[in-house]
């Protein structure tokens, strides 16, 4: 078992656009094949550039926070409890608003 608060983070940044800091669930607790991962995003930035995945399918769960989930449908409001998904192929992008504090 994993408690997301007690996850090493690896922290990155590139320009001033994009933050965030990692933590493998799915490698911590031994499942090599599920790619889960906590995400951790600074307010009013995105962890990543819109991008998609071809052959997997992708989940969010929002733990705190708000942001905006954007997809090639248009953009959705992101708040602790919202659990989006991207199917394979779908293009989107998570990100945090300005306004919601630390992360």
Do not use: W
Not at 67 to 76: L, N, Q, V
């Amino acid at each position: 078992m994993v408690n997301v608060a007690d996850l090493p983070l690896d922290h990155s940044s590139k320009g001033s656009r994009f933050a965030c800091a990692t933590g493998e669930i799915g490698q911590t607790l031994g499942l090599d094949v599920l790619g889960a991962m906590l995400h951790v995003v600074p307010a009013g930035k995105t962890a990543f550039p819109m991008h998609r995945h071809h052959v997997s399918d992708e989940m969010f769960f929002v733990l705190e926070g708000a942001g905006e989930y954007r997809t090639d449908k248009g953009t959705f409001p992101m708040v602790p409890g919202a659990n989006p998904g991207a199917p394979a192929g779908g293009i989107a992008q998570v990100k945090t608003s300005p306004s919601t504090g630390s992360r």
